[in-house]
């Protein structure tokens, strides 16, 4: 899995949907130097719901979160639907399930990989150190069914790296969900194929 996500991460994404909808990256509590850690996953959402609300308001949203991040925007879909302001959509980009244990030096281990592979990508001792936390906070955590689920989308990337998952199989998603699968690994869905990537999300949504 994938993680610390960053801005920076999803500017290709971003740049792929140019002039068909606007796109924002919602941070990750804790990722900012001095800013504190949630302790709970839960806690986390309720902070980015009301980051949500405050700017967007309950205006058509679809929310999108890659890899380790699907998790997040799964709980923060249902702390917006409690809200009053459902999101229309959830998009999964190769989120996996938890792993039983250690997911936080799985997660540390993967970043420190990608700062080798990916010198460009910015990642400081902050992140890292944020990342670890958020791999205990969710250390056997599972999805649970929403009362009010949004239309959900899971796209799979269609090579697999499973020394960049640590051994861990195909990427899934437990719940109810549609699928499509998309060029390239993991990594490269919002890096070298970030343009395929966000025109494949871009055409379900226009389908629905």
Known sequence: MVAPVTAYQYSRFAAGLHGSRDVWVLPA???APGEA????????????AEAVL???GDKPLTLVGYSSGGWQAHLLAAVLAEAGAPPRALVLLDSPETPDENLALAMVATSCRLMRDFPDVPVDADQLTATAHYGRLFDGWRPAPAAEAPRTLFVAAA???PALLLGAGRPTWPLPHEAVEVPGTHVSLLDGDADTTARAVHTWLLER
Do not use: K, N, T, V
């Open 29 to 31: 509590q804790g990722y």
């Open 37 to 48: 850690l949630p302790d709970s996953p839960e806690a986390a959402a309720a902070r980015q």
């Open 54 to 56: 405050a700017a967007i």
């Open 159 to 161: 090579e697999h790296d």
